[in-house]
């Protein structure tokens, strides 16, 4: 596989739509990304959820997949499946987060994502967040809309068994879904890590991304 580093990471932003988006999309990423910077600071934005148990439920998750991190939540009270008719709020929220940092990467739903809440964040993101690197991450559902992702986080084994079993612990309100469970969330890792030759992987996609090839050694 082709390997390209982003430099050293000092500041990350995360959004999701809904608490547990995050967690479930780049929440492998994040342990990852934060045992190896410790202190990284991280702005998370969740635009629906606040006031309530789930906020809690976020509060706690991130906290634990974000460890030794300088960590700085934000969630909304957006009406879950209404973002398309709050977009100014939205809009509004994620330029206030524009105001508040100058991030190195960022973590976000996918354009071409099926749930609409999820769609209407991500196309937002570029309004405000103009020359960054962007990554989409992905949340499987019943309206089977994975593609064919263009970036790949590898995940250690135990960082993988480690997002499972936080996912389980920290949403106990999900866990009446049928899609959400261990096998789904390890068994698409799996998938995802076959497909970049390593044991598990969160799959990203990339809408723009520049090259500096001039520093870039091909013999590494």
């Known amino acids: 596989m082709i390997r390209l580093g982003t430099g050293r990471l000092d500041r990350i932003v995360a959004v999701g739509a809904h608490c547990d988006d995050i967690a479930i999309g780049a929440g492998g990423t994040l342990l990852t990304l934060c045992l190896a910077h410790p202190g990284i600071r991280i702005d998370a934005l969740v635009l629906s959820g606040g006031g309530s148990e789930r906020e809690q439920e976020e509060q706690a998750a991130l906290a634990a997949f974000c460890p030794g991190a300088d960590l700085r939540l934000t969630v909304l009270k957006l009406p879950d499946g209404r973002m398309p008719v709050h977009w100014e709020e939205a809009k509004a929220a994620v330029e206030e987060l524009r105001g508040q940092t100058d991030p190195d990467l960022i973590l976000a739903p996918r354009t071409d994502d099926a749930h609409q809440d999820h769609r209407g964040l991500a196309k937002l993101i570029p309004t405000a967040f103009r020359d960054h690197l962007v990554l989409g991450y992905e949340i499987v559902k019943w309206d089977g809309d994975l593609g064919r992702p263009a970036a790949y986080q ?21 866990r009446h879904r049928p899609w959400y469970d261990r096998e789904a969330f390890l068994g698409l890792a799996r998938i995802r890590g076959i497909e970049c030759h390593a044991r598990y992987a969160e799959a990203f996609a990339v809408t723009k991304l520049t090259l500096d090839l001039s520093t870039f050694n091909l013999g590494e």
């Open 154 to 174: 590898p995940l250690s084994p135990e960082i993988a068994e480690q997002k499972v079993r936080l996912l389980q612990e920290h949403y106990p309100s999900q």
